[in-house]
């Protein structure tokens, strides 16, 4: 799911009890060990104490890696920087025209990402805004859920007329809509992908980097569950997942193998589409995800920009020429995003750029940061302050012969 919801006050549910969690799980987050799965851990082994408070403890972890910018000159022991992080971080909420952009650019990421992504004062203002759940209601259904979840906002925009903001409070993952698979946990930007690679039922499409299959879902959505999506990872503890999401949202057009990235591919097949949701640094997911931040390092985007690569052309073969492939990261850094695009179109002169229509509509910084304009390009930069969501790249090509 997303990050937990953060807490929307300091002081009333802190107590030494929560505060010690969150000390713990600051204590024990590292590189290895990203805060949010150590914050699970710590929170379902200290199980259902009165006195503990999930939320207030998750939006303290989170405010925490959100503010770390402000907090290196504070003492490390004791809980100093957390509750300066906290102050800041509900002063920013209430008021963000209190922190001048400078102050913003320079502490929000590291330097080195500063010149990566190309840092804006709106991009650092949205990387400290609290994230937005968004969700995917089953095709048609967006009205339904919003009626039965409450707290629910349709986008309303473009093709994404079931994607819906949550703004309430509830653990939607014990919703019966959620066990009737009636809706998925998807970022609006995850979803922009699905109706980037726009299959048709009856094609056949690869989904590449499958993971737990958020992507395949909708592909098969949009396919209207027709047509054959090969599912390929390679983790096949998460392929093992994404086959029990499809039996709950009855999702049963696809077959599953693991596949390393090799030149060996997991099947013959020619494929009418590909999608290449490719691991990446997730620098678009920063505002959801604060720690990484600080864990990332250029060097892993330099190594990621080569999987990526690689992943790219052992893939390429296996379309079909008049085929389409999708490259979709969850990133906003230069080196992952046009870079391998430029890359791949060169070594590939065959695949030619394949003009897409935004589903989300872009802002001007996304335009020109993908160097086109809204409609007809074929690459696409989704910030994160377009629309409250990650920040994703996408750029599609057509295959020729
Ligand atoms: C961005 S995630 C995929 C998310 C997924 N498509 C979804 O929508 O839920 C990237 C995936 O690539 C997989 N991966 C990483 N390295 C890989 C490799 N060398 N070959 C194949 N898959 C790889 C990871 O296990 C991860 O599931």
């Given at each position: 799911?997303?990050?937990?919801?953060?807490?929307?006050?300091?002081?009333?549910?802190?107590?030494?009890?929560?505060?010690?969690?969150?000390?713990?799980?600051?204590?024990?987050?590292?590189?290895?060990?990203?805060a949010?799965?150590?914050?699970?851990e710590?929170?379902?082994?200290?199980?259902?104490?009165?006195?503990?408070?999930?939320?207030?403890?998750?939006?303290?972890?989170?405010?925490?890696?959100?503010?770390?910018?402000?907090?290196?000159?504070?003492?490390?022991?004791?809980?100093?920087r957390?509750?300066?992080?906290?102050?800041?971080?509900?002063?920013?909420?209430?008021?963000p025209?209190?922190?001048?952009?400078?102050?913003?650019?320079?502490?929000?990421?590291?330097?080195?990402?500063?010149?990566?992504?190309?840092?804006?004062?709106?991009?650092?203002?949205?990387?400290?805004?609290?994230?937005?759940?968004?969700?995917?209601?089953?095709?048609?259904?967006?009205?339904?859920?919003?009626?039965?979840?409450?707290?629910?906002?349709?986008?309303?925009?473009?093709?994404?007329?079931?994607?819906?903001?949550?703004?309430?409070?509830?653990?939607?993952?014990?919703?019966?809509?959620?066990?009737?698979?009636?809706?998925?946990?998807?970022?609006?930007?995850?979803?922009?992908?699905?109706?980037?690679?726009?299959?048709?039922?009856?094609?056949?499409?690869?989904?590449?980097?499958?993971?737990?299959?958020?992507?395949?879902?909708?592909?098969?959505?949009?396919?209207?569950?027709?047509?054959?999506?090969?599912?390929?990872?390679?983790?096949?503890?998460?392929?093992?997942?994404?086959?029990?999401?499809?039996?709950?949202?009855?999702?049963?057009?696809?077959?599953?193998?693991?596949?390393?990235?090799?030149?060996?591919?997991?099947?013959?097949?020619?494929?009418?589409?590909?999608?290449?949701?490719?691991?990446?640094?997730?620098?678009?997911?920063?505002g959801?995800?604060?720690?990484?931040?600080?864990?990332?390092?250029?060097?892993?985007?330099?190594?990621?920009?080569?999987?990526?690569?690689?992943l790219?052309?052992?893939?390429?073969?296996?379309?079909?020429?008049?085929?389409?492939?999708?490259?979709?990261v969850?990133?906003?850094?230069?080196?992952?995003?046009?870079?391998?695009a430029?890359?791949?179109?060169?070594?590939?002169?065959?695949?030619?750029p394949?003009?897409?229509?935004?589903?989300?509509?872009?802002s001007?910084?996304?335009?020109?940061?993908?160097g086109?304009?809204?409609s007809?390009?074929?690459?696409?930069?989704?910030?994160?302050?377009?629309?409250h969501?990650n920040?994703?790249?996408?750029?599609?090509?057509?295959?020729?012969?």
């Amino acid at each position: 799911m997303n990050s937990p919801k953060p807490a929307r006050g300091a002081e009333p549910r802190s107590n030494a009890e929560n505060l010690a969690l969150v000390e713990r799980v600051i204590a024990t987050a590292d590189r290895e060990h990203p805060a949010d799965g150590v914050l699970r851990e710590v929170l379902a082994s200290a199980g259902r104490e009165a006195k503990l408070d999930a939320g207030w403890i998750s939006g303290a972890v989170f405010a925490y890696y959100r503010w770390w910018g402000w907090l290196e000159e504070l003492p490390a022991a004791g809980s100093a920087r957390i509750r300066r992080a906290l102050e800041l971080d509900a002063r920013f909420q209430q008021n963000p025209a209190s922190f001048s952009d400078a102050h913003l650019l320079a502490r929000v990421v590291p330097r080195w990402a500063r010149d990566e992504i190309g840092m804006t004062p709106a991009l650092a203002r949205a990387l400290q805004a609290h994230p937005t759940i968004w969700l995917r209601s089953r095709a048609g259904q967006g009205r339904v859920i919003a009626h039965a979840l409450g707290d629910c906002q349709p986008f309303g925009h473009g093709k994404l007329v079931d994607a819906l903001k949550y703004t309430g409070f509830a653990d939607l993952f014990r919703t019966p809509e959620f066990h009737a698979g009636q809706f998925e946990l998807q970022d609006l930007s995850s979803q922009a992908v699905g109706f980037a690679c726009n299959p048709q039922p009856g094609e056949t499409w690869w989904d590449a980097c499958a993971g737990e299959g958020g992507k395949t879902l909708h592909l098969s959505s949009l396919m209207d569950n027709r047509g054959l999506i090969w599912v390929s990872d390679r983790a096949d503890w998460r392929l093992k997942r994404l086959k029990r999401r499809a039996a709950r949202a009855r999702v049963f057009n696809y077959r599953a193998a693991t596949w390393d990235g090799g030149a060996k591919l997991p099947t013959r097949t020619r494929f009418d589409g590909i999608l290449m949701d490719a691991p990446c640094s997730g620098v678009g997911t920063w505002g959801r995800n604060p720690h990484a931040r600080w864990t990332t390092t250029l060097q892993d985007v330099r190594e990621l920009q080569d999987l990526q690569l690689q992943l790219l052309r052992h893939a390429a073969p296996a379309l079909k020429p008049g085929g389409r492939l999708i490259y979709a990261v969850c990133t906003i850094t230069r080196s992952e995003t046009v870079e391998v695009a430029e890359r791949f179109s060169r070594e590939f002169p065959e695949f030619q750029p394949c003009p897409l229509k935004h589903p989300l509509g872009v802002s001007q910084a996304g335009k020109d940061a993908a160097g086109g304009a809204e409609s007809g390009f074929a690459q696409h930069l989704i910030l994160p302050q377009d629309h409250h969501s990650n920040g994703m790249f996408i750029a599609a090509w057509t295959r020729a012969v």
